[in-house]
């Protein structure tokens, strides 16, 4: 069952909004007007049940890589979306489908970055991103409806970064699991599988609100990581290339 996701009202006014649903994956696809069309639609869709189908077969085969919290090791000729997830899974210290949603972010982002004239690509999975700019973008920060920042804070980030992936994570927002309760746990890196195994790794760290600092440094000790922001309760911490702004 795929939830409701009224933060996609706020994506930007001058891009074209697009739906794409196959299986879990649940893309909002925001792009440059007069690009989408039935060929680019099938074209997406049949690469992501492509991949899709791979992580499927490899599951079959080696069930442990979707139940394993921890990294593991996959055979040299696993396909390269099972490849990409573990090594995100093993740079961050999570399980590999941790990575799972931003792989699929960048695929989609990727595939439409190819088309001429589409340089402008935000391409949303559940919350985590794949975005591809000329211009500085400014993503807001959800952390619950009872969250004092929910609403007020944003992140500015300069075009410098992209394309890159801003993924977020949560032990108390949506039905992930998570080992933490952080409100929300946002990383921005140049891999958008690795931001949401990072996402996923510094939530986890989350106890109390006085552990934000702590698990904004560790996300930002993880090599290519470029930004991190925390929330835990009225408790935040964030470094890194991101600039944070009221809304």
Known sequence: MIEERSY?????SELEQHMLVVGETDLAICLPKNIWNEAVEKGLRDKIIEHRQYLQDFIVEYPQFAASHQPLEVPLAAPPVVQKMAAAAKAAGVGPMAAVAGYFSQLAGEYLNRLPGCSEIIAENGGDIFIASTQERIIG???GKENPFTGKIAVRLAAELF??????????VGSSFSYGVADAAMIVAPDTALADAVATAAANLVKDGDCVAAACNYAMSIPTVQAALIVCGDQLAAAGQLELVQI
């Open 141 to 143: 920060v959800y952390a």
């Open 163 to 172: 394309p890159c992936g801003v993924c977020t994570s949560s032990g108390t």
């Open 8 to 12: 996609r009202l706020l994506f930007p």
